[in-house]
């Protein structure tokens, strides 16, 4: 389905400034199909944050919970919510989400509404508080905060009835408005089976999908966050990227038909009638909380450069979970991994070699460049866009650089604001006075990262190969990823 550029303040909000707002002889290209909201928009510019794993299950050396655990064993050496926020930053981290309440249904914050909580545990003398600690040291370093609550409780007495339901929202209601702003609310998708649930314990099956009334948490949480993603639940901001390995399908499209199953989360579906873009979830450990016997099993910098590409590099966002040890810190082992990758990463990404570059276009939307050019491509904002005339689907634009340039990464955006519109994509280098193809792509999306062989050339094309409407492109850099250490 096609809207009308009018519509785009309805989609993204009506604070959301588009350079399309001047008055222009030229009208912009018709949105495509579903497209972003203005927080998602926002959730996408955030790109790769982390999960913060700790709970009781650190100090049982568990990674499900019973709910039977006795709150007196939550009890941290050292805790220091600036450390974690301070080594998910230098790892290039851009948030953190805290698992206030895992499964088992210890919370970690002085809940009104069950004694099962970190008042009853040692630390500070039943005086702390591990989500405000947590929220005001990232507000103190501008890193985002969000939390993870989860649905099952397999604590609670009345876990399946209505009382729990009650509980639940009361429960949500307190971190949405009690903690600063969230930018994302998690809820896991583990729902029901066996628990301690009050020392009855047993079995409670519910449907996830009913039980836990989402329409009222949705209500909950934009009465006090109207800012904050939603991720897995009906009607949620973001969905799953299919996997727990840090990877999505390929390729991978922001929109998705629904209901869907979780089989087909990966690859999303083209055309699909919402915008819910995929979130890659991955730990640096084999496990999501910390474990000794895990140490020696941590992420290399090499391999969280591997996820890096296969999430953010095809246009979802990555989460990775940095699980604090029985101290209430980040590992010196983790700590080293993720001071690895951000140099990694700075040393890929932190010089475009396109900078510079000259472009020429086969069209230009009504052959307003100023509006619609090629040049749009090498401009600071990620989403102006170099745009061509209705009728024109298969464009190309000649990228020309300063020098002879060596490089083995591509980046291609689209304007997403405009829909995803691009199903194939081609780059050439000119490699002794001919054309050669160096890399193909069935999407662009948000983000499209393409490694190839090194390749040294002064002169580039990009081909639109495939698109039902006429192409918006945003971005285009050329990177040179050093050789793995």
């Known amino acids: 389905m096609v809207h009308r550029s009018l519509l785009i303040g309805v989609l993204l909000g009506a604070t959301f400034c588009l350079p399309w707002a001047k008055a222009h002889a030229i009208e912009p290209p018709l949105i495509y199909g579903a497209a972003p909201s203005q927080r998602q928009l926002a959730w996408h510019e955030l790109g790769m944050y982390g999960f913060v794993h700790f709970t009781i299950n650190t100090f049982t050396d568990r990674e499900w919970g019973n709910g ?16 974690i926020v301070l080594a998910a930053k230098a790892g290039g981290l851009r948030g953190l989400i805290l698992t206030a309440k895992h499964h088992d249904g210890f919370c970690l914050w002085p809940t009104k509404t069950t004694p099962h909580n970190i008042s009853k545990s040692p630390y500070k003398a039943g005086q702390g508080d591990i989500v405000r600690e947590m929220a005001e040291a990232c507000k103190k370093h501008d890193v985002k905060f969000g939390i993870y609550v989860s649905p099952w409780d397999r604590n609670h007495a009345e876990y399946g009835q209505d009382g729990y339901v009650r509980t639940y929202h009361e429960q949500i209601r307190e971190l949405a408005t009690n903690y600063g702003p969230l930018f994302e609310m998690w809820f896991d998708g583990a729902n029901g089976g066996s628990g301690f649930y009050g020392g009855k314990r047993g079995k409670r099956r519910i449907d996830g999908a009913t039980y836990y ?4 948490v949705v209500q909950i949480i934009r009465a006090a966050q109207p800012d904050c993603v939603i991720w897995g639940m009906p009607n949620a901001d973001a969905r799953w990227g299919g996997s727990e390995q840090g990877i999505v399908g390929d390729p991978c499209w922001a929109t998705i038909n629904l209901p869907a199953p979780e089989s087909q989360f990966s690859h999303g579906h083209r055309n699909g009638k919402v915008w819910l873009p995929a979130e890659a979830d991955v730990s640096i450990r084999p496990g999501w909380f910390y474990h000794a016997g895990e140490d020696s099993k941590v992420k290399t910098p090499a391999k969280l450069a591997e996820i890096y590409f296969a999430s953010i590099g095809r246009g979802a966002n990555l989460i990775l979970n940095i699980p604090p040890d029985r101290r209430g810190r980040v590992h010196d082992t983790d700590l080293t991994a993720l001071n690895g990758f951000k140099k990694w990463f700075d040393a890929t990404f932190g010089n475009n070699l396109a900078a510079g570059a000259t472009c020429q276009a086969s069209n230009v939307r009504g052959e307003d460049a100023a509006q619609f050019g090629p040049g749009k491509l090498l401009d600071s904002d990620s989403w102006s866009a ?10 190309s634009v000649n990228i020309t650089l300063k020098r002879a340039t060596k490089f083995n990464v591509i980046r291609l955006r689209e304007d997403i604001r405009s829909g995803q519109r691009i199903e194939g994509i081609a780059i050439d280098a000119m490699v002794e006075g001919q054309w050669k193809q160096i890399a193909t792509a069935g999407n662009v999306g948000a983000c499209r990262l393409l490694r190839v062989p090194a390749i040294t050339t002064d002169q580039l094309r990009v081909r639109v190969t495939k698109s039902p409407v006429s192409p918006m492109l945003s971005d285009f850099g050329l990177f040179l990823e050093p050789a793995a250490q």
């Not at 039977?68 to 450390?83: I, T, V």
């Not at 009334?213 to 009222?216: E, Q, T, V």
């Open 68 to 83: 039977d655990e006795s709150p007196q064993s939550f009890n941290p050496s050292d805790f220091s919510a600036e450390q």
């Open 213 to 216: 009334r989402w329409d009222k």
């Open 386 to 395: 170099w745009a061509t005339n209705d009728n024109v689907t298969d464009p």
